[in-house]
């Protein structure tokens, strides 16, 4: 079974581009998750998504960052105009369904951005 | 809002030896989930072991078990005869049964295994 995959695993652009993180969830796994992890942190939460629905996006930055879960194909998480401080590790995780039960988040290997 | 507290930056243990780490939460439900998750340097997040708060046995995982204390708020993770693979980044985070399931996680620990 393939697990969460995330590409690309490195990608360096330079201040005033744009990023764009790919995550395909596990199969039949219709949530997903980002986080961001900045050097020496721990993960923070950045938005929730279901297929075609944002469901908590309040820890998103409110400017530059957009993230999408379309019908068909992978999670996309979008940052516009990046700077120097977006530089981190962006991690996508997936779980099949919420609920009460503790539904694991299976997590991807995570993208390391490097703005320059 | 809640917070999730690590407050050992870094811990180290001799191999076959056991191992403490702490973690302290902060809120205001009664019902919800904590986690243990590992981070080796490949930077993969695994998890370790669950906890649900309305459960008042400890959870175990082969050598891997917890000590919750609800009162206290605290959920500390023990690792019996440590192994070298042991060595990673421990993340304590803590999951809202009630509100959407987003993970909040402490700073982290960096777990070092001496043989």
């Known amino acids: 079974n393939a697990g969460v995959m995330q590409n690309p695993r490195h990608l360096v652009r330079r201040r005033g581009q744009e990023a764009r993180l790919r995550c395909s969830p596990v199969?039949?796994?219709?949530?997903v998750y980002w986080y961001r992890q900045l050097p020496e942190e721990g993960l923070k939460f950045m938005v929730y998504?279901?297929?075609?629905?944002?469901?908590?996006e309040s820890g998103m930055p409110k400017e530059r960052f957009s993230a999408e879960f379309p019908k068909e194909g992978p999670s996309i998480l979008r940052i516009q105009q990046v700077v120097r401080g977006d530089s981190a590790a962006y991690f996508c995780?997936?779980?099949?369904?919420?609920?009460?039960?503790?539904?694991?988040?299976?997590f991807g290997p995570g993208t390391r951005l490097t703005v320059t | 809002a809640q917070t999730v507290t690590q407050s050992q930056p870094e811990m180290s243990v001799q191999e076959a030896e056991t191992v403490t780490l702490s973690c302290t939460y902060d809120?205001?439900?009664?019902?919800?989930?904590l986690f243990w998750y590992k981070q080796p340097p490949s930077r993969q997040m695994i998890l370790v072991i669950r906890?649900?708060?309305?459960?008042?046995q400890n959870a175990t995982e082969n050598r891997f078990s917890v000590n919750f204390q609800k009162a206290a708020k605290s959920f500390s993770l023990k690792i019996s005869d440590s192994q070298l693979g042991d060595a990673a980044m421990y993340f304590c985070a803590y999951r809202s049964a009630a509100n959407t399931d987003k993970l909040i996680f402490g700073t982290g620990t960096r777990l070092q295994v001496f043989p």
């Open positions: 995780a997936s779980s099949p369904r919420q609920g009460r039960l503790p539904y694991e988040q299976y």
């Open positions: 906890q649900e708060a309305y459960k008042q």
């Open positions: 998504l279901q297929k075609e629905n944002i469901i908590d």
């Open positions: 809120t205001s439900e009664s019902d919800y989930y």
């Open positions: 199969k039949g796994h219709s949530h």
